[in-house]
């Protein structure tokens, strides 16, 4: 499993006119082939009268899936500019999708190259960079005569409260990133001198702005 990753935060769509060609920039977050290949096709459906809907998408922890279409225009012109603004970012599980209505003035191979490439960076600045991290959900069930200095002492602390539960005994719900996981046992532990039950119950991702 990846602990830590860059991606973008939203779906997002970018314009820009470039001698009257308009470049729509589409992007997505997708975590399969499948998924890319669905939005590019319902980008293509939406914009049957584009002259060109280039795509380029990025996915898996390596990079392993990796894929440029220049859907037309002269080879290594668009798909491949677009697939490197998103390596260049240092981006995983991204697709993008930039349909061009042509505007009758040509831009010759240097200048569909740059076009490309600064679609693709719009749509990126318009969609956001969102860095998503390793964190354990970490169950902390403590008596509630515990409860007003654990809480307070885990709000002013670098660990984030999910959630709290009332029940028999107070469960607090706590991410703790995979890094500090020793670090958070042993400070839970002396917070509580001993008497919390501290339980690794889920892994997941939290998301921090870029």
Known sequence: MRNNYKTIKSSAIAEIIIEKSRFLAHTKRVETEEAAQDFINEIKSQHKNANHNCSAYLIGEHDNIQKA?????????????MLEVLKKQGLQDVVVVVTRY?????????????????SVTEGL????????????????????????????EVRASNFSLEEIKYAENVELYIYVDISQKEEFISWMTDLTSGQ???EEIATEFVEFDK
């Open 102 to 118: 042509f505007g009758g003035i040509k831009l010759g191979g240097g200048g569909l190259i740059r076009a490309y490439g600064k």
């Open 69 to 81: 279409n220049d859907d037309g225009e002269p080879s290594g012109t668009a798909g491949v500019p």
């Open 196 to 198: 919390g039950e501290i």
């Open 125 to 152: 600045s318009a969609s956001g960079i969102v860095e998503r991290r390793a964190h354990y959900v970490m169950k902390v069930a403590i008596d509630y005569t515990l409860l007003g200095k654990v809480e307070n």
